[in-house]
């Protein structure tokens, strides 16, 4: 069975930061791409960011030089280093693994930026 648990959501003030985790288990890590959205209320689910399974890494416009993708295949886990958070940023935050016609999501984790 396929599960991947996000962790590391909650309420932070603008400025600040927070590390998303995701953890992965039932698939081969190693040979699926990564990926992070996002979906605010009212608005359609956006991609965040992804890593592919060497290592390359696409951004939002919106996200780039704040937020960073990283991936520990020994550990299963994708990471999001989220900093200098926006109130825009506030949303429910996504894991997606993908890999050949595979296309897995986590359940979810509330990121709240706000003062």
């Known amino acids: 069975q396929v599960q991947l648990v996000e962790s590391g959501g909650g309420l932070v003030q603008p400025g600040g930061a927070l590390r998303l985790s995701c953890a992965a288990s039932?698939?081969?890590?190693?040979?699926?791409?990564m990926g992070w959205y996002r979906q605010a209320p009212g608005k359609q689910r956006e991609l965040v960011a992804t890593?592919?399974?060497?290592?390359?890494?696409n951004y939002a416009d919106s996200v780039k030089g704040r937020f960073t993708i990283s991936r520990d295949n020994a550990k299963n886990t994708v990471y999001l280093q989220m900093n200098s958070l926006l109130p825009g940023d506030t949303a429910v935050y996504y894991c997606?693994?993908?890999?050949?016609?595979?296309?897995?999501w986590g359940q979810g984790t509330q990121v709240t930026v706000s003062s």
């Open positions: 997606n693994a993908n890999w050949s016609k595979r296309d897995y």
């Open positions: 039932g698939i081969i890590f190693s040979f699926y791409g």
């Open positions: 890593i592919t399974t060497g290592g390359s890494t």
